[in-house]
């Protein structure tokens, strides 16, 4: 997309704003389907960190996480916690992960989140 779609940054901006963390959304970006909740970047960048730390050979790499970067403007990322890929007729990971999509990469998107079941 060349030019970001202004709803979508629009709700990227009041979730940065701190004002909810519960925004569940669906973006389809580069052929991929990514369905999750978003979070603010701080929180996101916490988490990610958290992992990291927790990782006997990732270590290293949480500190990169935990330098505080607030721009000037709108949110350029939406930033997802328990997401997933979907694929076929699972999600990956299956627990969710964490995922940052730049919003000028989203080609569609839908307020809500999918989960497949077989039942």
């Known amino acids: 997309m060349s030019k970001p779609d202004e709803l979508l940054v629009n ?31 701080a929180v996101w960048r916490q988490r990610v960190s958290e992992v990291l730390t927790d990782s006997a050979r990732l270590g290293e790499f949480s500190d990169v996480f935990t330098t505080p970067t607030r721009k000037e ?6 930033h997802f916690h328990v997401a997933r890929i979907l694929q076929g007729t699972v ?7 964490m995922y940052r999509v730049a919003i000028e ?13 077989d039942h």
């Open 11 to 41: 709700v990227a901006a009041l979730v940065e704003s701190g004002q909810s963390n519960q925004m569940s959304l669906t973006v389809v970006t580069g052929g991929a389907v990514i369905t999750g909740r978003l979070a603010p970047e």
């Open 73 to 78: 403007g709108p949110p350029m990322h939406l």
């Open 91 to 97: 999600g990956i990971p299956e627990t969710g992960g």
């Open 105 to 117: 990469d989203v080609s569609a998107w839908t307020v809500g989140d999918f989960s497949y079941s």
